[in-house]
Structure formats: structure tokens, C-alpha cells
């Protein structure tokens, strides 16, 4: 008998898109190893039988010792799920945001967030490649970086913009990536997820404008802005977003580009509209056009008095 299609995921703490695609793809069949920097964190998935592993995506010590604990696992001939050391799918979910004006952002966190989101998934990649390649009877490995809407010019919204430059990094190295592993058989698949219903903005740094940034003259709107508040209010439930992006994985021939999860479609649409008629839209969803009339009317004030 086959052996189970296996799948290792990162970022698989509770309540997060990891752990979601965890349960979706245990209950689509799959053997899920679900992955986290810490692993007291994977109560949602452990409790659903799936295997968890450690692993830090920015540590190379952490990284190694999970492909071996993974390697150890899938050649285990006691296990009823044994084969040959094969890894199918590789799917780099850990990440973070940033919510924060270009202009105010931490730079330390700034690089801290490029480092998470854009170096470690390819410091994974490099590590499980040799796994990965061992599937090639098996229809070949496979690469998923969840790259983000936000990684395009439609979906890069004001005040997390070095969220969006960081997925818009990651978005290119996977397209890259997906031409340079061609020649061995590798698929790599990009991402491209919406507005989610997760623990996303609970786990994002402080999103308080500082004393002196020059958005305090309207620092409620952009703070509700920056917290994400209205966008997880219409967001698409985490269940049903990793049961959709489960059943186009495990399709033949998947595409490159997965659109899932509230405002893809729309972000993917709007590439094809006048760059004027975008920024108004999303001139609006981000409060900018109160912004400038906050200004406006401070600027006047000033003249009066």
C-alpha cells in the first residue's frame, strides 16, 4: 500500500494560518508534520494526532535539527506510514507583521521582519531540498512560501508598508526560486493569501503611533487602521481558506500562483486597473483621505491663530 503524501509546515501555533492548514491537510489525508519555535504552542494540532517538530525558521541549529528529526521520522520502519525518506510538500507559513507609518518604523524590527519573512524561508528551502528531491517518484517536491496579497502593488496598504515590501521581497524570491528548482523536479508555488481570520494581528509589535509622528493629527484613524480591525471583521474564516488551499495543493498540476482568502480575487483584478483609480480605493480603506483633511484643518487653524 502507498504511503501517506507528507507535508511540513511552519508556523503552526495555535490559532494561526499554519495550524489551520495542519488540520486541513490531516483531514484531507496527508501526514502533517506541524512545526513551531515553540512547540508548547501546537496544543490545537497535537491534539488532532498530528506530529509536531521543532523549529526555529531563524535559527540554522534549529533548522537542522528538524530536518533530521523529519528524516528520522519518515524512515522509521516501525511506523505504518514509513517510506523513503521523501518529504512532498514544504510549506513556509512562518512569518510576522509590521503595522506602522514608513516614516515611524523601528528599524530594528524592520530588518528583524525581512530576516523572518524573506531570508528564513529560503534557509528552510535550502535545508529540506535534498528531502524534497527524494519525492521526485512520487510527482515531484513541492514549495509553497505563503507570500501574501500584500506582496503586490493592489495589495501593499499604507501604514504596514514594510509588511508589504517584505512580502513583496518574498513574493519575487519564490518566483525565482520556482525557475531555478525546475531543472530538479521541484515545484514552487506561491501564495497569494487574503484577509484571514487568525491570531496574525494579536502577535504584531505595538501598534501605537510614537509622540512625535506626523500622523498624530489624525492617530485614530490610522491606529484602527494599523490594527487591522476592519479587515478581520469581513476576513475569511481560517478553516475554510486552508480546506480551499489543501484542495488546489493536492491537485496534479497545481498552479503557480494559489489566490485564497477574502480580497484576493479583488487584489488580482485590481492589477489591471489605472494605478489612479487604486489609489483612490485604498486611499479610503486606509483613512488617507482623513489624514489630509486633518492636516488641512491644522494647517488652517495654524493661520488663523
Known amino acids: 500500500m502507498a504511503s501517506k503524501r507528507t507535508v511540513l509546515i511552519t508556523g503552526c501555533s495555535d490559532g494561526s494560518l499554519g495550524s489551520a492548514l495542519s488540520l486541513a491537510f490531516h483531514k484531507a489525508g496527508w501526514r502533517v508534520f506541524a512545526s513551531a519555535r515553540n512547540p508548547s504552542k501546537l496544543k490545537e494540532v497535537e491534539a488532532a494526532g498530528i506530529e509536531i517538530v521543532q523549529l526555529d525558521t531563524l535559527s540554522e541549529e534549529s533548522i537542522a ?19 523513503d525518506g ?114 496574525f494581528h494579536e502577535n504584531t509589535p505595538d501598534t501605537t503611533l510614537p509622540p512625535d509622528s506626523i500622523y498624530n493629527v489624525a492617530k485614530e484613524t490610522v491606529e484602527k487602521t494599523m490594527s487591522g480591525a476592519d479587515m478581520y471583521a469581513v476576513a475569511t474564516e481560517a478553516a475554510d481558506w486552508a480546506e480551499a488551499v489543501v484542495r488546489d495543493l493536492g491537485r496534479s498540476s497545481p498552479p503557480h500562483w494559489i489566490w485564497r482568502g477574502k480580497l484576493a480575487t479583488v487584489v488580482r483584478l485590481a492589477a489591471l ?33
Open 65 to 83: 535539527g528538524a530536518v533530521a528529526r523529519v528524516s528520522e521520522l519518515l524512515t522509521d520502519d516501525d511506523d505504518d506510514d514509513y517510506n
Open 86 to 199: 521523501s518529504l512532498d510538500v514544504l510549506v513556509n507559513n512562518a512569518g510576522a507583521g509590521y503595522s506602522m507609518p514608513l516614516l515611524d518604523v523601528d528599524m530594528a524590527k524592520a530588518r528583524h521582519l525581512f530576516d523572518l519573512n524573506v531570508i528564513s524561508p529560503l534557509m528552510v528551502t535550502r535545508a529540506f531540498l535534498p528531502l524534497l528531491r527524494r519525492s521526485k517518484a512520487r510527482g515531484g517536491g513541492m514549495v509553497v512560501n505563503n507570500t501574501s496579497c500584500s506582496g503586490t502593488t493592489a495589495g501593499a496598504q499604507p501604514f504596514a508598508g514594510i509588511y508589504a515590501a517584505s512580502k513583496a521581497a518574498a513574493l519575487n524570491l519564490t518566483e525565482v526560486l520556482r525557475l531555478e528548482l525546475a531543472p530538479f523536479d521541484v515545484r514552487v508555488v506561491n501564495l497569494m493569501t487574503g484577509s484571514i481570520k487568525s491570531t
Open 273 to 305: 486597473l489605472p494605478i489612479g483609480w487604486v489609489d483612490r480605493i485604498i486611499r479610503g480603506m486606509a483613512g488617507l483621505d482623513v489624514v489630509e483633511r486633518k492636516v488641512k484643518e491644522q494647517e488652517k487653524a495654524s493661520k488663523q491663530g
